[in-house]
């Protein structure tokens, strides 16, 4: 609609108030979106709903790159078609209004508003760059806390791995050992029982 938009700088600024309210209602739903990741107890569903907020987020610092794209073409465009008006004396009441104190005072209000909406878009493109490495830096951070917790776990099962190896490690010696005395306490036995029963062999 913006790119397609003729006139006049009202309408234009009637479609950026609503493009606006959009952008505004979408950067809400982002940020339910990224509470209700937050709050996830799977790592992995986290993870998950994470990635899909910074997707979000790019899609709409791409089409806010557009939209203002889109924008300063239209403006342009309404201003090249109100100067080729002017000239080719298309509209002589729009040129004496333009001429007039009036259509002078109209236009340096329109230039003036034009210049304040351009610099709240700059604006908040700059708020909306600080939220994006903020969201960024958190990620970071989570990250790296899950990195430290595998790595913890990592050394938790290999330490109890050398503990399990340990301990076959001794049971084996031990059921050595109990066979080797076993065997020796029968020998015993016999030897005894032979010499007891059969003192003559």
């Given at each position: 609609?913006?790119t397609?938009?003729?006139?006049?700088?009202?309408?234009?600024?009637?479609?950026?108030?609503?493009?606006?309210?959009?952008?505004?209602?979408?950067?809400?739903?982002?940020?339910?979106?990224?509470q209700?990741?937050?709050?996830?107890?799977?790592e992995?569903?986290k993870?998950?709903?994470?990635?899909q907020?910074?997707?979000?987020?790019?899609?709409?610092?791409?089409?806010q790159t557009?939209?203002?794209?889109?924008?300063l073409?239209?403006?342009?465009?309404?201003d090249?078609?109100?100067?080729?008006?002017?000239?080719n004396?298309?509209?002589?009441?729009?040129?004496q209004?333009?001429?007039?104190?009036?259509g002078?005072?109209?236009?340096?209000?329109d230039?003036?508003?034009?210049l304040?909406?351009i610099?709240?878009?700059?604006?908040?493109?700059v708020q909306?760059?600080?939220?994006?490495?903020?969201?960024?830096?958190?990620?970071s951070?989570t990250?790296?806390?899950?990195n430290e917790?595998?790595k913890?776990?990592t050394?938790?099962i290999?330490?109890?791995?050398?503990?399990i190896?340990?301990?076959?490690?001794?049971?084996?010696?031990?059921k050595?050992?109990i066979?080797l005395?076993?065997?020796?306490?029968?020998?015993?036995?016999?030897?005894?029982l032979?010499k007891?029963?059969f003192?003559f062999l």
């Amino acid at each position: 609609d913006i790119t397609e938009c003729t006139g006049p700088q009202s309408r234009l600024t009637e479609l950026n108030a609503d493009v606006k309210k959009s952008f505004h209602n979408l950067r809400l739903r982002i940020q339910d979106l990224e509470q209700m990741a937050m709050e996830q107890d799977k790592e992995s569903d986290k993870q998950a709903l994470i990635s899909q907020v910074e997707g979000h987020r790019k899609q709409m610092l791409s089409n806010q790159t557009v939209w203002r794209k889109a924008n300063l073409a239209s403006k342009l465009s309404i201003d090249n078609m109100e100067k080729q008006a002017l000239l080719n004396g298309a509209d002589s009441t729009v040129r004496q209004r333009k001429m007039t104190k009036e259509g002078l005072a109209q236009t340096t209000s329109d230039i003036t508003e034009n210049l304040m909406s351009i610099s709240r878009m700059m604006a908040q493109q700059v708020q909306q760059s600080e939220e994006t490495m903020t969201s960024l830096a958190t990620s970071s951070r989570t990250i790296q806390e899950t990195n430290e917790e595998f790595k913890t776990m990592t050394g938790t099962i290999q330490l109890g791995r050398k503990l399990i190896t340990k301990y076959n490690r001794r049971e084996l010696t031990d059921k050595l050992l109990i066979f080797l005395a076993l065997a020796l306490f029968l020998a015993t036995v016999l030897y005894i029982l032979k010499k007891r029963l059969f003192p003559f062999l």
